[in-house]
């Protein structure tokens, strides 16, 4: 019997990120329009920090000198850095957009083509409901860009791997 190694996709220039402000009506089924109403902040993005935990809970019997697990309390959180540019306000739409204190739906979208910057229905995305953090100016740094660093706070369980409706 032959290995088969399956085709891996690259993940530069393969993301989008999109803001809907107010958020959307149904996370497992983002519908097109929506997505078309969106703010796409993905060219502003320098950093996107996801990061997720799950504690466990320990089960220790009498009868065994194992201690077992079971799932317990999950931790989701998510951070981004962007660009911004207070001079040009066509170019400074991320800035604006997660203004700290709004509400609404992060949608990221996996392995779109470096090129591909509309939405299909089948496009595969990842959703989830925030409340955008203080907007916090990173500090000067030699050859560096001007960013801002955003903490987005989670307000519902992130829905993985889900498929945009028509």
Do not use: H
Not at 67 to 87: C, D, H, Q, R
Not at 104 to 132: H, M, P, S
Request: hydrophobic fraction near 35%; include cysteine; charged fraction near 30%.
């Amino acid at each position: 019997m032959s290995r088969v190694i399956p085709k891996a996709i690259k993940t530069a220039g393969t993301r989008r990120v999109l803001f809907v402000p107010g958020g959307v009506e149904d996370k497992k089924a983002i519908k097109k329009t929506e997505v078309d109403s969106a703010k796409n902040v993905s060219c502003y993005l320098t950093q996107f920090n996801q990061t997720a935990d799950q504690a466990a809970i320990q089960d220790r019997r009498y009868c065994s000198s194992q201690v077992f697990e079971i799932p317990g309390e999950k931790t989701k959180s998510l951070e981004v850095s962007y660009t911004f540019n207070l001079a040009e306000p066509t170019e400074d739409e991320a800035r604006i957009a997660l203004k700290a204190g709004t509400r609404g739906t992060i949608i990221r979208f996996l392995q779109k083509d470096e090129d591909d910057d509309t939405f299909a229905a089948e496009d595969w995305y990842d959703a989830v409901d925030i409340e955008c953090g203080e907007q916090m100016v990173i500090d000067g740094e030699d050859n560096a860009l001007d960013r801002i660093k955003q903490k987005m706070f989670i307000q519902s369980e992130w829905e993985p791997f889900a498929q945009l409706v028509a």
